[in-house]
């Protein structure tokens, strides 16, 4: 009954590592879907070298009339606040620099929305709030420069609990000097009217919020936008408010795309030739560890199709040559440590062990073993992360994963193949490429 379970329980896991690889690799249109589906592998972001980017390049001007050129902490403030526009987008490789000292170059990945984030960069709203409908100056006006963050969202109208109208548009959140000014603004629009406005400088009237009854200190408000019927559309309204916060203008002068560095063929030339790797060294398992090396064959096609979803899933992955490289090494940690436990079974069985006994004792005794291996692989790929640049961070993230997969292949998957492997087969040696020791009689 054993025997024909452990059987089953093979055909099943075979079957859906199956239908898994099938998943990662296959790309087929979705009946009835706008969308095609494009598999793990084909879902995972390319960096710079492995795929396209967007360039721009913007010419930084001071607002002021009064200053002639911006000052180099300017730059530096432009440069970081940009940074972080695109970091809220997503993505490990977005570049922001300094050119010729009047001139900042951006560069971020090819994305459906990268061509509309160039042009927000380069459209400057901005706006004032008011507790009246007028292009007047009024005396609890908020300008730009005390916004502190904008968000593209969706929400009500009103902060009325009995409104039910939504609509697309920006989340405003203030500093500390905002923050005061807009509860001493809802302090008065509470008593005169209930509604705050939003107009730009030149006195355009953007939206209105309705429905304040009383102060509000939450430092945040939202702008209802009728005209935006989408998410990413609030989000590009969001960043030109962002941008309308600075103290300077960027005006874009350049804009394209760049090619890839190595370009897409080398995608499919790196897993040509990972493919053959694999292939070569499952031979050289099969060949030294037989059954044991079949199931350490199945553990890594599982440890794969992991690493495949993983890197679609996780929006901090960015794939470039160096973090193939990292899964590479991520990948071989995992047949380090099986080979680890399967010498440990082996020197088990020569010691005269059962095979059974042999398989309980190498995975108690290769424990340390295996996680002083994890602990170096997973903590060096922490440091790397963490103080390296830009490429070593996919090259950290690929084997961190890797080790993180690894433990669990080995105590996890491999332990349970095990588990099943030995009623099918608890006393023949040569299945598994185990010998006795021989012993001096003499």
């Known amino acids: ?242 941008m309308g916060s600075l103290d300077v203008e960027l005006t874009m002068t350049e804009n394209g795309v760049t090619t890839a560095y190595l370009g897409y063929n080398t995608v499919n030339y790196v897993g040509i030739a990972l493919l053959v790797a694999f292939v070569c060294l499952s031979i050289i398992m099969i060949v030294r560890y037989r059954d044991l090396g079949l199931i350490s064959l199945l553990t890594s096609l599982i440890n794969i199709v992991l690493y495949l979803f993983l890197l679609q899933a996780l929006p901090i992955v960015t794939l470039s040559l160096s973090g193939i490289v990292g899964c590479v090494l991520g990948y071989c940690l995992t047949v380090l440590c099986h080979i680890v436990l399967f010498e440990k079974m082996k020197k088990e069985y020569a010691m005269g062990r059962k095979i059974s006994l042999s398989f309980k004792l190498a995975y108690k005794d290769s424990l340390f073993t295996i996680l002083d291996i994890m602990a170096i692989a997973l903590i060096g790929s922490l440091a790397l992360y963490f103080v390296g640049f830009d490429l070593l961070k996919s090259f950290a993230i690929g084997i961190f994963i890797g080790g993180v997969l690894s433990i669990f292949s080995i105590y996890c998957v491999t332990r349970l193949f095990t588990k099943w492997y030995l009623p099918l087969n608890n006393t023949k040696e040569s299945h598994l490429a185990f010998k006795r020791e021989v012993t001096d009689e003499n």
């Open 1 to 242: 009954m054993a025997k024909r379970f452990s059987i089953i329980n093979y055909v099943l896991v075979s079957i859906l590592v199956a239908i898994g690889l099938f998943f990662s690799f296959a790309s087929f249109k979705i009946p009835f879907y706008v969308n095609d589906y494009a598999g793990f592998a084909g879902a995972i972001s390319l960096s710079y070298d492995l795929g396209s980017g967007q360039t721009a390049v913007f010419d930084v001007e001071p607002v002021s009339t009064d200053a002639d050129s911006v000052t180099e902490k300017q730059m530096d403030d432009t440069v970081e606040f940009v940074r972080d526009i695109l970091a809220s987008f997503g993505g490990a490789y977005n570049q922001v620099g300094v050119q010729n000292q009047s001139s900042i170059r951006v560069q971020t990945l090819q994305s459906d929305i990268s061509s509309q984030l160039m042009e927000a960069l380069g459209t400057r709203t901005q706006i004032v709030i008011r507790g009246e409908a007028t292009e007047e100056t009024t005396q609890y006006d908020i300008s730009a420069n005390t916004i502190k963050r904008c968000l593209g969202t969706y929400q009500t109208t009103s902060a009325s609990s009995t409104s039910s109208s939504y609509s697309y548009g920006v989340y405003i959140e203030f500093d500390t000097q905002g923050t005061e000014q807009y509860r001493e603004l809802t302090n008065y629009v509470a008593d005169n009217g209930n509604t705050v406005y939003f107009y730009t400088i030149d006195g355009t009237q953007l939206g209105s919020f309705s429905g304040i009854t009383r102060e509000v200190t939450t430092g945040a408000t939202f702008l209802p936008l009728s005209s935006v019927t989408s998410q990413d559309d609030a989000n590009m309204n969001a960043i030109n408010i962002l």
